[in-house]
């Protein structure tokens, strides 16, 4: 929006690069320092996380991109698992694949199920009982833990997804 000088509001960062050096090496020191006051989320690759620095930073946001069939959707879905498993919170937007598919997979993650099991409803009854005993556990664990969002790729942009976030803040 405008401003009352009419200018653009500024809605960018801007960093001088090298002349605020010392300024990053200070807040590197100091979360090297400190690390219980900063979250880092594995990613529960040992090589991705090393590269990473442990793992993403609470807060950040990522984007991972590929053409069909390339594995994105397991990728993340293990991403999810292994932050929800270690208690932090996650929200999976989608942008080619409905919400209910994506649930579908992680279902299949934290159960230990196959993915085709649960696309076809294809349990014995034993197994039936045990996915609902997993359940149970589970829906104590990761209660409003994780949240899956689709929207078609056309339309997202950060409005629309800082809108998806603050409904589920709501």
Known sequence: ?????GHMDRIWTHVPWI???HERQSARKYEKEHPDEFKIIPTGLPKLDKVMGGGGRGGEVGLIMGTTGRGKSILLSNFAHVGISRKFRGVYFAMEMHARQVATRQDARWSSF??????GFDFKPSELRELEARYK???????????????????????TIRAALDDLND
């Open 19 to 21: 002349e605020t050096f």
């Open 114 to 119: 196959k993915y085709d099991q649960f696309k």
């Open 137 to 159: 556990k589970a829906a104590k664990q990761f209660a409003n833990m994780f949240h899956i969002v689709s929207m078609p790729v056309r339309s997202a942009n950060i409005n």
């Open 1 to 5: 929006g405008a401003s009352r000088s």
